[in-house]
């Protein structure tokens, strides 16, 4: 499967974000790094950032920049130079009526009419079809068939489906899954569980976002999305850098200047902490008992930290790895003394306190 990086245009639609011309360029440089296929700069029509970050960054992922199916959006994402336009329009009887007004057959005139003028400009074209989720099937298929476009992505746009009716949905299509993507929002927590279930069914294309990030609730998380292609049982495969995915996602998330829960999967300061006395003592014996995976898969670490809630299981295994003998007199003074500490301490730490144990 192929990813396309929406981190810089999404997560600038949440109320008051914007993303410096040098902020942009860090961060795709850091995508391109990982190894998606291609980075999605901005919205070109809106103003000349995208053209000065496509002109300041030398990719080896594809450029892209998003466009109304009208004229003026094409032609202002030709001059900013982004390899491949990304063309937009709603799909669905509701969006149609009520975000522009027309026709089907309009509709379809128009994103016809934008497709050729990005094509005769010499740039790749993908359509995304706006609440394609909830358009009927057979409509969408013949409006594929009427644009010449390298793929066409359904959008989730208001993040209403979930795995069951993604799968009954594309199902439902006729156009080969190979021309397809998908675009999901993360409105009910299943945005990865939804882009899985497109995988599973032979989608070309994904659109994700660093931490998540995007409008109202995110969009399906690339973190969240290689980890799980990688170790869960939808056997998906994704040529990016594995053992760089966690470094990078930080890096894109420290030029971008966001932060994330400490809870976030993946990417929250709490994601690979372990406390608990039943959890450090059984992973200081094996660290698989409680890690659905070893962290430094995506290049991330785990920690172990110890004190108030540290167990004797745990004050023993530390003193073993101090060399002493975890009599329950040493167990009972060494968990006196973490106790007392203020806040954590590291395994390093723990392990030369159970050293100073008399």
Avoid: C
Avoid at 3 to 17: F, I, Y
Avoid at 144 to 160: I, K, P, R
Avoid at 212 to 224: S, T
Avoid at 338 to 352: H, R, W
Wanted: no cysteine; hydrophobic share 45%; glycine share 8%.
């Amino acid at each position: 499967m192929r990813l396309l990086d929406v981190t810089l245009r999404e997560a600038e639609q949440r109320p008051g974000v914007a993303y410096s011309v040098e902020q942009k360029a860090a961060a795709a440089r850091e995508l391109d790094a990982l190894g998606v296929d291609r980075v999605q700069i901005g919205f070109p029509v809106a103003d000349d950032r995208t053209r000065r970050v496509v002109d300041r960054v030398d990719l080896t992922a594809k450029t892209t920049g998003i466009a109304r199916a009208i004229a003026g959006d094409v032609d202002a994402a030709v001059e900013a130079g982004v390899d491949v336009v990304d063309l937009f329009a709603p799909t669905s009887d509701r969006q149609l009526d009520a975000v522009v007004g027309m026709s089907r057959e309009e509709m379809t005139a128009s994103v016809v009419a934008a497709a050729d003028r990005a094509r005769d400009h010499g740039v790749g074209v993908r359509f995304s079809a706006m609440d394609g989720f909830r358009t009927d099937p057979a409509a969408l298929d013949a409006l594929f068939a009427a644009v010449d476009a390298a793929s066409y992505t359904l959008a989730d746009t208001v993040g209403a489906r979930t795995p069951a009716g993604v799968v009954d949905h594309l199902d439902a299509l006729a156009t080969d899954p190979s021309r397809l993507g998908v675009h999901f929002h993360d409105d009910l927590g299943v945005a990865t569980a939804n882009a899985l279930a497109a995988a599973g069914l032979g989608v070309e294309w994904a659109d994700v976002s660093v931490a998540g990030l995007g409008e109202r609730a995110g969009n399906v998380p690339i973190e969240e999305f290689v980890a799980a292609a990688d170790v869960g049982e939808e056997s998906v495969e994704l040529d990016v850098a594995r053992d760089r995915l966690l470094p990078t996602t930080r890096g894109v998330l420290a030029a971008l200047d966001e932060d994330v829960d400490a809870a976030k999967p993946l990417l929250g300061a709490a994601a690979f902490t372990h406390e608990s006395g039943l959890h450090t003592a059984a992973m200081l014996k094996d660290p698989a008992t409680f890690e659905p995976f070893d962290p430094d898969r995506f290049g991330g670490s785990r920690r172990l930290v110890f004190g108030d809630a540290t167990g004797r299981g745990a004050a023993r295994k530390l003193l073993e790895r101090a060399g002493r003998d975890p009599t329950a007199e040493r167990v009972d003074r060494l968990l006196d003394r973490l106790s007392s500490v203020d806040g954590e301490l590291s395994l390093d730490a723990a392990v030369a306190a159970a050293d100073d144990v008399a």
